[in-house]
């Protein structure tokens, strides 16, 4: 994303300019297409480098802002590129913060019974107690299973959330094929449901919307009956499950 401020401020080419060390080093921080690598910082010794970073900073800070409402994810990716740039912008810290499109749900674990019993909609059972004891070996070998695959799909989650979107879709096919072979129930039924609207959000965080209607259409056939919460979703991922719905 190349900055139009950019273009109209510089005289000088990017193409042209030596760049010196960057302060950006973070994780995540590595340059965009049609950034100058490294990512300069608002505090670059290079005076151009540093006024680049502002100028980008003032552009980022504007889009941002216009996207909040529309794109949290988008919204949060443009924050977090702020960050980069200055790790100290509150405002940034605060945009991150204000931008989650990914809800965790941590649900209390019981001393009683494993139970897995169906129920209607998945997403109302997310915070619902878990039982972790008693049980046979076969249910405690389920009990482990299911664990590890809510840990893998909270991982996913994480990636989602911080933006990492590339990583989050190379880790979902694995994924996939391990909770094809899960207990048939309603913790196997929620965990594809949340893998699949994580992959659709990843998708169409990266334009890629005939990936997110296919995930959509996964999260469908594992639950039919799915109904998206719109004040837990991200507004285009409701677009591109009301499209899928409506097609079926």
Do not use: Y
């Amino acid at each position: 994303m190349h900055p139009p401020l950019l273009t109209r401020c510089l005289a000088v080419p990017i193409a042209l300019i030596v760049f010196g060390p960057s302060g950006a080093g973070a994780a995540g921080c590595d340059a965009w297409p049609g950034e100058p690598a490294p990512l300069p910082t608002l505090d670059d010794p290079d005076p151009l480098r540093a006024e680049w970073a502002n100028l980008r900073a003032l552009e980022l800070v504007q889009v941002a802002r216009r996207f909040e409402a529309e794109d949290p994810l988008r919204a949060q990716q443009l924050w977090r590129r702020l960050l980069c740039m200055d790790p100290a912008d509150d405002e940034a810290l605060a945009g991150v913060l204000r931008s989650q499109a990914v809800r965790v749900h941590r649900p209390p674990l019981l001393d009683a019974p494993f139970d897995d019993a169906r129920v209607g909609d998945p997403w109302e059972s997310l915070d619902a107690a878990i039982g972790v004891s008693g049980g046979d070996a076969r249910q405690r070998a389920i009990l482990a299973q299911l664990r590890r695959l809510s840990r893998e799909v909270g991982a996913l989650e994480e990636q989602v959330r911080t933006a990492r979107f590339e990583e989050a879709l190379r880790a979902v096919p694995p994924l996939r094929q391990q909770l094809a072979g899960a207990p048939v129930g309603n913790t196997r039924t929620n965990l594809i449901v949340q893998t699949e609207v994580l992959a659709a959000t990843a998708e169409l965080a990266l334009g890629r919307a005939t990936g997110a209607e296919a995930s959509l259409e996964r999260a469908l056939d594992a639950n039919p009956d799915l109904v998206l919460d719109p004040s837990k979703t991200p507004r285009k991922v409701l677009r591109v499950f009301e499209a899928v719905l409506d097609s079926q």
